[in-house]
């Protein structure tokens, strides 16, 4: 059961332009949301959160959306740049002490220059 | 500083072998996360450790026996692995469980 679902597995834009990516969930229970990328061979690097209390958490070129009653977030990158070219992933987490973070299966984004 | 570090980078061992991998941290972080990355796939989740107790065991296999000698190191000890068990195995810690989890490198394995 994918509770945390990125259907999109690959999306192509071009540099400067805005890179939308998004994911959807299913558990109602959960309440903090974060992206991270990841480059190949490496660690996933955080790059923002939102808690369920907002619906919009902006830092520097990268913006997540929350919209809770379609259970939806995106991440919006602008102006994209060749060094975003990367895997994203969106994962939840659900309540005060859970420690459980649920990964979506990632978006393979590439920044063509 | 956000620097979660993790050793050995790479790994090849044989299903008979003993090895540990080992994570470290120096944010003051009181939990402490083993996770398991197979290719094209996200990151599942095995052990959690919080100001040095086990408090998620993930249905992992006895093969893996994770360890908190203290609150700035998270070993995993390896033994009697099998073939599917080659992947990236991934380090991450958080202030205090639920907060943001940062993650380290981690540690290509590779079991023959």
């Known amino acids: 059961d994918q509770q945390v679902k990125q259907n999109s597995p690959s999306l192509s834009v071009q540099e400067g332009r805005i890179s939308i990516l998004n994911c959807d969930y299913t558990n109602s229970m959960f309440d903090y949301f974060l992206w991270y990328k990841k480059y190949p061979a490496e660690g996933p690097t955080f790059l923002i959160s939102?808690?369920?209390?907002?619906d919009k958490n902006e830092d520097g070129r990268f913006t997540v959306f929350l919209n809770k009653s379609a259970k939806h977030l995106s991440l919006h990158i602008v102006p994209s740049q060749p060094g975003d070219s990367a895997v994203y992933f969106c994962?939840?987490?659900?309540?005060?002490?859970?420690?459980?973070?649920?990964f979506g299966t990632g978006t393979r984004l590439t920044i063509i220059p | 500083d956000t620097e979660v570090t993790q050793t050995p980078k790479h790994l090849v061992m044989g299903m008979t072998n003993k090895k540990s991998l080992k994570c470290e941290q120096h944010m003051g972080h009181r939990a402490m996360y083993w996770y398991k990355q197979k290719a094209k796939k996200p990151p599942e989740l095995m052990f959690v450790?919080?100001?040095?107790?086990?408090?998620i065991n993930e249905s992992v296999p006895s093969r893996f026996s994770p360890e908190c000698p203290n609150s700035s190191l998270l070993n995993l000890h390896l033994h009697a692995l099998q073939p599917e068990d080659s992947a990236l195995y991934l380090c991450?810690?958080?202030?205090?469980?639920?907060?943001?989890?940062?993650f380290g490198p981690g540690t290509r394995l590779t079991v023959l």
């Open positions: 939102i808690s369920s209390i907002k």
């Open positions: 450790y919080s100001y040095e107790k086990l408090s």
């Open positions: 991450a810690s958080s202030l205090l469980t639920a907060d943001t989890q940062y």
């Open positions: 994962a939840a987490s659900a309540g005060v002490g859970n420690e459980k973070l649920t």
